[in-house]
């Protein structure tokens, strides 16, 4: 038990000092997405009646920790009628001296992707990014585009799932930075 407390202690503390509790100079930004602001068509999925072009965001990032050995993208919208959110897009593993991805980014065949980067399995089942697709008459949604500098580079299995990529990157995250944009579907 008393090992326990140890561990739980040291883990809290962590949590405390560590992400965004103590966000320094580290930010997310974007030619393509604004803070509070709708997303254009440009990043509505294509499929399951979208019709957008399906194109991730221009990201660029700075102010990463020192010990920053590689960093992770999430898209997340908490907003869809799931139970447990949407995972748009999960890269891991971008390498440490690369502070931006160009628009497009996000696509199966990882042209654009750094190399040494993973995206993991959408909820669309697919291994790069997916827009914005709320149902239709659902209201505005949020969508989460987040940033992680990392302590290690991740090993995950190949078909590692979005909830055990979301808990090794968290587990392994120095600090954070998130721009959260809204779409909408009449």
Known sequence: ??????????????????????????????????????????????????????LSPQLSWSGAPKETKAFAIFAYDPDAPTGSGWWHWQVVNIPANVTSLPVGAGTPDNAKMPKGSTQISNDYGVSAFGGACPPKGHGVHRYQFTIYALSKILELPKNASSALTGYMVKANSLESSTIEAFYKRD
């Open 1 to 54: 038990m008393k090992r326990f407390k140890h561990y739980f202690l040291i883990s809290l503390t962590s949590m405390l000092f560590t992400g965004t509790a103590l966000a320094g100079s580290f930010k997310l930004t974007s030619q393509d997405i604004t803070h509070g602001k709708f997303m254009k068509k440009a990043q509505e999925f294509q499929g399951f009646g979208c019709s957008g072009d399906n």
